[in-house]
T-cell receptor, first 112, second 116 residues
Framework: ELKVEQNPLFLSMQEGKNYTIYCNYS?????LYWYRQDPGKSLESLFV?????AVKQEGRLMASLDTKARLSTLHITAAVHDLSATYFC????????????FGTGTRLQVTL | GAVVSQHPSRVICKSGTSVKIECRSL??????MFWYRQFPKQSLMLMAT?????????EQGVEKDKFLINHASLTLSTLTVTSAHPEDSSFYIC????????????FGSGTRLTVV
């Protein structure tokens, strides 16, 4: 059974600071996704990581994937209040039937 | 980009009644759609995989008779919560993978179900 763990579960950080969210998963997969969820809303796609060593950046967020270590990171640079949300990683099952297993989520609160 | 439309966005129903949630792919065909449930401050849990023209595949622990899934066309999947009870109150989200060069999964806007 595929398990996906994120840490930290909750992160309070000041504006302007940097931090990294970690996503570990238990079995082989080459596809990993990062999503953002605002309160009461559905998911917004942030990054799609499809191969070992993939790195993608959008604004103050950068995501990377190490399939050998079964680890993905979401790095936040110079945080701003608008980044406050819950961030989920999700891993696609490698096999005949695609489906996602989500991480536990990281609730990010950026304070002034 | 690929869009998944989900309706209704919010529904309140009485215990014992049934509620139907629709999920439509607007600009692509989806032979497979996914239904998730999310309780407050928790992650998304996959309930079932909806397959066009065939039976849905349910995850372990999900009651098939309670959560009826129909995927009658390539653009529409429905989830019916039968004989709803307060413990069924949750946020339900559908998803599809457009494929054909689109990578990643697209999510509907979600349905907030409250059973009173």
């Amino acid at each position: 059974e595929l398990k996906v763990e994120q840490n930290p579960l909750f992160l309070s950080m000041q504006e302007g600071k940097n931090y990294t969210i970690y996503c570990n998963y238990s079995t082989t997969s080459d596809r990993l996704y990062w999503y953002r969820q605002d309160p009461g809303k559905s998911l917004e796609s942030l990054f799609v990581l499809l191969s070992n060593g993939a790195v993608k950046q959008e604004g103050r967020l950068m995501a990377s994937l190490d399939t050998k270590a079964r680890l993905s990171t979401l790095h936040i640079t110079a945080a701003v209040h608008d980044l406050s949300a819950t961030y989920f990683c999700a891993v696609d099952h490698t096999g005949t039937a695609s489906k996602l297993t989500f991480g536990t989520g990281t609730r990010l609160q950026v304070t002034l | 980009g690929a869009v998944v439309s989900q309706h209704p966005s919010r529904v309140i129903c009485k215990s014992g009644t049934s509620v139907k949630i629709e999920c439509r792919s607007l600009d692509f065909q989806a032979t497979t759609m996914f239904w998730y449930r999310q309780f407050p401050k928790q992650s998304l849990m996959l309930m079932a995989t909806s397959n066009e023209g065939s039976k849905a595949t349910y995850e372990q622990g999900v009651e098939k008779d309670k959560f009826l899934i129909n995927h009658a066309s390539l653009t529409l999947s429905t989830l019916t919560v039968t004989s709803a009870h307060p413990e069924d109150s949750s946020f339900y989200i559908c998803s599809a993978e457009p494929g054909q060069g689109f990578y990643g999964y697209t999510f509907g806007s979600g349905t907030r179900l409250t059973v009173v």
